[in-house]
């Protein structure tokens, strides 16, 4: 193809194909789609003449007749947190294996944007992956029988789920801290749309009762490092000798600003968060927090989705607590 002035060349058609090739539209259009109704002598020279164009199908034509679009998409509640980086890479290396393109969506922490990007793009994707769902449950059970969906970190009757393990990463938490003779600790709290917050607060509460340790519930508060400013100031205020907030980017920002106003971690207050995201170890201090092996299930939601995954419909992932340096021994009274 050539190049006219500096505007890019248009994309190699179906027409420009058979053109070269010698034959019809319809006769390129079967041998690239439907192999099978041509000879292979034919289905092996269009085969050659398109690599030699550079033509590449239009997916969303070619799922008109088909009701297939091969494209599955991964909606997220935040795309700038890094907790999500590694479940995108493994849904999509699982997706583009199986044959598919993945495609990425934002939904800021919005059931009403969550609930615009399945309208909009229901009808051109063969399943979705809603991760950390903010839909309220009546909006997430009509999607049952309408598209197929898996969630990730989020449960409901009718769908198949990954999670990650809150119950079994709060104990940890709650063991570690009394461990280093913490007895009062309070939990900076996320979104009260977000499952996994009741989640990890019904479970830090749970363990906290059965070995005698206090712990309160402040906020809510965005999951955001600019929010942890007013959580650190929250925690302060209070008896709590530990805080541990609901993901890293909250506790990242209270350690950022207890370093601003001189408090000395953990000599005077333990931190510790959840996710483990990339940063988490090199911030100051480096953070206690609870792994969660997200490209792994990234992979997992992937053969859900497509049912490669058979008798498998709600996996929980094992969450072990990462020490570091953001914990430490109960300051004395």
């Known amino acids: ?36 109704r041509v000879s292979a002598r034919t289905r092996e020279h269009v085969d050659q003449v398109a690599r030699r164009l550079g033509y590449r199908p239009n997916l969303i034509a070619r799922a008109l007749p088909s009701g297939r679009s091969n494209m599955l998409a991964l909606l997220v509640a935040d795309i700038t947190n890094p907790h999500h980086f590694g479940l995108v890479r493994g849904a999509e290396a699982q997706a583009r294996a199986a044959g598919y393109t993945l495609v990425l969506g934002d939904t800021q922490g919005s059931h009403e944007l969550e609930a615009d990007h399945l309208d909009r793009l229901g009808s051109a994707m063969d399943g979705f992956v809603l991760a950390s769902s903010r ?47 913490h007895r009062r ?10 499952w996994v917050d009741g989640q990890r607060w019904r479970a830090l509460s749970r363990h906290a009762a059965r070995i005698g340790v206090e712990i309160a519930r402040l906020g809510p508060f965005a999951p955001t490092v600019e929010h942890g400013s007013a959580a650190a100031d929250v ?21 950022r600003r207890l370093e601003h106003l001189r408090v000395r971690v953990p000599e005077q207050l333990s931190v510790v968060g959840f996710d483990d995201i990339f940063g988490s170890d090199f911030c100051h201090p480096p953070l206690t927090t609870v792994t969660s092996p997200v490209e792994e299930a990234g992979r997992a939601l992937i ?31």
């Open 1 to 36: 193809m050539t190049h006219t002035g500096g505007r890019r060349p248009r994309p190699v058609t179906l027409q420009d194909v058979a053109r070269e090739a010698g034959v019809a539209v319809s006769t390129v259009s079967r041998a690239l789609a439907n192999p099978g």
């Open 135 to 181: 839909l309220p449950e009546p909006a997430l059970q009509a999607l049952l029988g309408r598209c197929p969906v898996v969630l990730f970190n989020r449960e409901a009757d009718g769908f198949p789920s990954v999670v990650t393990d809150s119950e079994d990463g709060s104990r940890q938490v709650v063991e570690h801290l009394a461990a280093l003779g």
């Open 185 to 194: 600790i309070a939990y900076l709290a996320g979104p009260v749309d977000a």
């Open 235 to 255: 925690g302060l205020a209070g008896p709590a000798t530990a805080l541990v907030a609901f993901n890293d980017l909250l506790a990242i920002g209270v350690l």
């Open 303 to 333: 053969d859900l989705l497509l049912g490669t995954r058979a008798g498998h419909a709600g996996l929980v992932l094992p969450t072990p607590l990462r020490v570091r340096d953001s914990t430490g021994p109960a300051p004395r009274a």
